[in-house]
């Protein structure tokens, strides 16, 4: 059974930090790996999907990379800023169908 | 492109009576629908997989006869919850996969929040 798993669960920083989001999955035979953004009480915002073929993906001050073999991912956020704070997923496609989320990772970024 | 909606948006129901949720692709074809729910500080539970014309499948631990889930067009998913108890107060998200993608990303609607008194 897959289980997806994040660290840190909260995260508090500075604005103007560089952070790093990881995401450890434990079955690697992944069609894809999403990270997503959740304000509170809010769906879903897409942030990055990587395909199992590639290693990594880039939007703006965001970059996502995968380790697929070692069942991994990471977030980094460059120069974050107050606007950045909230509930980061992160989700593999694991059968082309369903998608299992991992726990979150709340980030609260302060002037 | 690759908007989904939601409505309502929010909803406050008796205990015993019935909701429904309707799920939107709003510039897409959604071939797959997925209906997931969020408890506070929770992550996101997959509930049922819809299929447009077909039986929709749920996940282990979720009733078919309580949460009934209709996708009668390419564009449109409804959950209803059916007898509706305090417990069954939480926040549904669906969301779409389309069909001539090739990438499979599922895009999320905004979510809606039931609460039953």
């Known amino acids: 059974k897959q289980e997806v798993t994040q660290i840190p669960a909260a995260l508090s920083v500075p604005e103007g930090e560089n952070l790093v989001l990881n995401c450890s999955f434990t079955d690697s035979a992944i069609y894809n790996l999403q990270w997503f953004r959740q304000d509170p009480g809010k769906g879903l915002t897409s942030l990055l999907l990587?395909?199992?073929?590639?290693r990594e993906q880039t939007s703006g001050r965001l970059n996502a990379s995968l380790d697929k073999s070692s069942g991994r991912s990471t977030l980094y956020i460059a120069a974050s800023q107050p606007g950045d704070s909230a509930t980061y997923l992160c989700?593999?496609?694991?059968?082309?169908?369903?998608?299992?989320f991992g726990t979150g990772t709340r980030l609260q970024v302060f002037p | 492109g690759a908007v989904v909606s939601q409505h309502p948006s929010w909803v406050i129901c008796k205990s015993g009576t019935s909701v429904k949720i309707e799920c939107r692709s709003l510039d897409f074809q959604a071939t797959t629908m997925f209906w997931y729910r969020q408890f506070p500080k929770q992550s996101l539970m997959l509930m049922a997989t819809?299929?447009?014309?077909?039986?929709?499948?749920?996940e282990q631990g979720v009733e078919k006869d309580k949460f009934l889930i209709n996708h009668a067009s390419l564009t449109l998913s409804t959950l209803t919850v059916t007898s509706a108890h305090p417990e069954d107060s939480s926040f549904y998200i669906c969301?779409?996969?389309?069909?001539?993608?090739?990438?499979?990303?599922?895009?999320f609607g905004p979510g809606t929040r039931l609460t039953v008194t």
């Open positions: 990587i395909q199992s073929s590639q």
């Open positions: 969301s779409a996969r389309d069909g001539n993608g090739i990438s499979y990303e599922q895009y």
């Open positions: 989700a593999v496609n694991h059968n082309t169908d369903k998608l299992i």
């Open positions: 819809s299929n447009e014309g077909s039986k929709a499948t749920y």
